[in-house]
């Protein structure tokens, strides 16, 4: 199935994903973080830029949005499988902000993870 | 059409022959490596980046039995070729969660064209601290995707 095809729908369950695994790893519930995608097309791929705010165990958090992602796509690991994922350190507020590399060609996501 | 003879059937690139692909990732490799060790890391990090586009090709010819890499797949785009590896499942397996970290953070320094800025801008557009960390993405003996890769079979 190609991403495309239902990224709206794809896209909310994957910041559900997200939101569940920086629960599970942040202590508390306020930890605060955005999360910025885009949908590449040739590669019907979803790449994934997660800032958060402060220190949280980079690893133990990749590992709980895959653990996450794979729960809530439980019959279609070409889901989670199409999805990348780098996390961002920001120290405060104001360096959260749009994530500069975005390539104009690609489609940019972000809205739909909010 | 036999594998390892100069590629011209249709559908394929004769100028990517897998012949020439095998030579040409280790060729990039040694370079990757003088590079580096004349203090040139912004041109050094680059072309572990070809280095790896180039296996991966060289390895879709040889899972696909091809003697040279198809049309479709004349792309810098990591994540597409790794698709077509015969790997993608392996990558993406529970157990190798930090070797998939490290491929994350290798993809999305082309997707985003953070290896166009690094190639076609002066030095000082690698910051400090970046070549260290893609190479350990690349190199880190046990989560890193070119050690990963050279251990395969």
């Given at each position: ?14 910041a559900?994903?997200v ?15 955005r999360l910025f ?11 994934l830029?997660l ?62 993870l909010? | ?153």
């Open positions: 199935m190609a991403l495309k095809t239902s990224l709206r729908s794809l896209a909310k369950r994957i559900l994903a939101q569940a695994a920086v629960r599970r790893e942040s202590e508390a519930l306020t930890k605060k973080y995608g885009t949908y590449e097309a040739e590669s019907d791929h979803i790449s830029v800032q958060i705010l402060g220190d949280v165990d980079d690893l133990r958090l990749y590992t709980a949005v895959f653990e996450e992602l794979r729960r809530a796509f439980p019959h279609d690991p070409f889901i989670p499988n199409s999805v990348g994922l780098v996390i961002r350190h920001v120290s405060n507020e104001d360096e959260m902000g749009a994530f500069a590399y975005w390539p104009e060609a690609e489609e940019d996501i972000s809205h739909l909010q | 059409m036999s594998v390892g003879g100069k590629g011209s059937s249709a559908g394929t690139l004769p100028d990517a022959s897998l012949v020439d692909l095998e030579v040409a990732w280790a060729d990039r490799e040694r370079e990757a490596s003088t590079l580096h060790a004349g203090g040139h890391l912004s041109m050094s990090l680059a072309l572990r980046f070809y280095c790896l586009e180039i296996r991966l090709k060289t390895i879709i010819c040889k899972v696909l039995k091809l003697d040279a890499l198809p049309r479709e797949l004349m792309t810098h785009d990591l994540n597409k070729l790794i698709k077509y590896t015969g790997l993608f499942a392996l990558l993406n397996d529970p157990s190798n969660t930090s070797l998939k970290r490290s491929w994350d953070e290798l993809a999305l320094f082309v997707t985003t064209h953070r290896l166009d800025g690094v190639r076609d801008k002066p030095e000082g557009a690698l910051k400090p601290g970046e070549y260290a960390a893609y190479i350990r993405f690349f190199d880190d003996p046990k989560d890193g995707v070119w050690s990963w890769l050279s251990r395969l079979p």
